[in-house]
């Protein structure tokens, strides 16, 4: 089955530490996204990129850093700098810049303490 | 900044009542509209969009949404809900652009009772 993976799906991290979030599809898409969903305010968009080697900011990066070195890889590191990191982060892709539909992943909730 | 309203933050309908959700953007250009659902426990799914022609659109599972241009609106439909409804719902645009990216209402969490 085609699809988008997020591993693990909790994660309890100490603050000060970073960590990273995974996300592989095997949909064969371009462009992948991660979002943050957080109760009462919906998805906002973190980091997004439409090729390999190639990412831009979105509304919300500041304590975030992404990598994508592979076309069905796009983890995202949750930095020490990011205030307030416990939330659900959602990974998604579409199929190129000129496809508007996004498949996302089943999310991962990151608890820091 | 494009945004998305959601008005209606939290719906509690019996079974077999109509439902109506909400959603208005606020954007000049051409849009892309859509309704994703995440059933409890599960990942976002499309419910249904519109990207140009007849501005009734009709989804999944009984679900449809009518674009009307003119109100900036987007609203999603159902004649008559089921508790398997029960869910959230969130409205979401994109202005069509080189970046897809995708702006999202804050969500409606809905409650059906059986």
């Known amino acids: 089955d085609g699809g988008i993976t997020q591993s693990p799906k909790y994660l309890f991290r100490k603050e000060g530490q970073n960590v990273t979030l995974s996300c592989e599809q095997n949909?064969?898409?371009?462009?992948m996204y991660w979002y943050r969903q957080d109760p009462g305010q919906g998805l906002r968009l973190i980091y997004y990129?439409?090729?390999?080697?190639?990412?831009q900011k979105g509304d919300i990066a500041e304590g975030y850093s992404v990598s994508r070195e592979k076309k069905e890889s796009f983890p995202l590191t949750v930095t020490s700098a990011q205030k307030n990191p416990t939330a659900f982060y959602i990974c998604?892709?579409?199929?190129?810049?000129?496809?508007?539909?996004?498949?996302f992943g089943p999310g991962t909730r990151l608890t820091v303490t | 900044a494009q945004s998305v309203s959601q008005h209606n933050h939290h719906v509690i309908l019996s079974e077999a009542a109509s439902l109506e959700l909400g959603c208005n953007y606020s954007?000049?250009?051409?849009?892309?509209l859509f309704w994703y659902v995440q059933y409890p426990g599960q990942h976002l799914q499309l419910l249904l969009k519109?990207?140009?022609?007849?501005?009734l659109v009709k989804g999944i599972k009984g679900f449809e949404a009518e674009f009307i241009k003119s109100k900036f609106s987007f609203n999603l439909r159902k004649p008559s809900v089921q508790w398997s409804d029960t869910a959230e719902y969130f409205c979401?645009?994109?202005?069509?652009?080189?970046?897809?990216?995708?702006?999202f209402g804050t969500g409606t969490l809905l409650a059906v009772q059986p």
């Open positions: 998604a892709s579409s199929r190129q810049v000129s496809s508007y539909e996004q498949y």
């Open positions: 949909l064969n898409h371009d462009a």
């Open positions: 990129s439409q090729i390999v080697n190639d990412f």
């Open positions: 954007y000049g250009g051409t849009v892309n």
């Open positions: 519109y990207f140009s022609g007849d501005p």
């Open positions: 979401a645009v994109n202005d069509r652009g080189a970046t897809n990216k995708l702006i």
